[in-house]
């Protein structure tokens, strides 16, 4: 797995559990569960009561005094998080797909070009003629300089997952990157099994 996609999980990971503790705190709230369950939140916890408000009158009138254009600028900026958070959901849905990989050592000279066809119809050709694995596909991300290999294998009922994903690293993934000059060709990996019809014994 490259850093890139594990950072992004983990920063998914952090921003969906500050907003579920968030919500679950408002949900307590207005739920008046504490009361409910006699439960005794800590000193200082905010939202205990249904009535109670993330920002009191005395808060907001100290904070209004700072001038007219202080609650603009917290809506602009509030706006702007939601903005950059909706971009940053859409670049993680987004895949992009290089058109044509060049292939040699020399990628600044880019002479010799490979569709992204042919390779991914290649890769996934060889490795679904691999032992134990029912189907394979494959699809081409990132950079045409740094291509990555997005692939699904399916596999026979019988097959350990390492033992195929051994063989996918070692066969066709090696033989992509030895033909292409690209040594920095990542893979991710989907495992599927294929589904088999129960036998009846007589």
């Given at each position: 797995?490259?850093?890139?996609?594990?950072?992004?999980?983990?920063?998914?990971?952090?921003?969906?559990?500050?907003?579920?503790?968030?919500?679950?705190?408002?949900?307590?709230?207005?739920?008046?569960?504490?009361?409910?369950?006699?439960?005794?939140?800590?000193?200082?916890?905010?939202?205990?009561?249904?009535?109670?408000?993330?920002?009191?009158?005395?808060?907001?009138?100290?904070?209004?005094?700072?001038?007219?254009?202080?609650?603009?600028?917290?809506?602009?900026?509030?706006?702007?998080?939601?903005?950059?958070?909706?971009?940053?959901?859409?670049?993680?849905?987004?895949?992009?797909?290089?058109?044509?990989?060049?292939?040699?050592?020399?990628?600044?000279?880019?002479?010799?070009?490979?569709?992204?066809?042919?390779?991914?119809?290649?890769?996934?050709?060889?490795?679904?003629?691999?032992?134990?694995?029912?189907r394979a596909k494959v699809r081409l991300t990132g950079r045409p300089a740094r291509p990555l290999?997005?692939?699904?294998?399916?596999?026979?009922?019988?097959?350990?997952?390492?033992?195929?994903?051994?063989?996918?690293?070692?066969?066709?993934?090696?033989?992509?990157?030895?033909?292409?000059g690209h040594d920095d060709l990542f893979a991710e990996t989907r495992v599927r099994v294929a589904?088999?019809?129960?036998?009846?014994?007589?």
């Amino acid at each position: 797995m490259t850093p890139q996609p594990v950072l992004n999980r983990v920063l998914l990971a952090v921003t969906g559990l500050i907003l579920l503790g968030g919500g679950l705190l408002i949900i307590a709230a207005g739920l008046d569960l504490y009361g409910r369950l006699d439960l005794t939140p800590p000193a200082g916890w905010p939202l205990t009561a249904p009535a109670d408000v993330l920002l009191g009158s005395g808060d907001r009138s100290r904070w209004s005094s700072q001038g007219w254009w202080w609650w603009p600028a917290v809506i602009a900026a509030l706006t702007l998080i939601a903005l950059l958070a909706l971009w940053w959901l859409l670049a993680q849905l987004r895949r992009r797909r290089p058109s044509r990989v060049p292939v040699g050592t020399d990628h600044a000279e880019q002479g010799v070009e490979l569709g992204h066809g042919a390779l991914s119809d290649a890769i996934a050709a060889e490795a679904g003629a691999l032992p134990g694995i029912d189907r394979a596909k494959v699809r081409l991300t990132g950079r045409p300089a740094r291509p990555l290999a997005d692939i699904t294998l399916t596999l026979t009922p019988v097959t350990a997952p390492d033992t195929a994903l051994t063989a996918l690293d070692e066969g066709p993934l090696d033989n992509a990157r030895r033909s292409t000059g690209h040594d920095d060709l990542f893979a991710e990996t989907r495992v599927r099994v294929a589904h088999h019809k129960a036998r009846r014994v007589a």
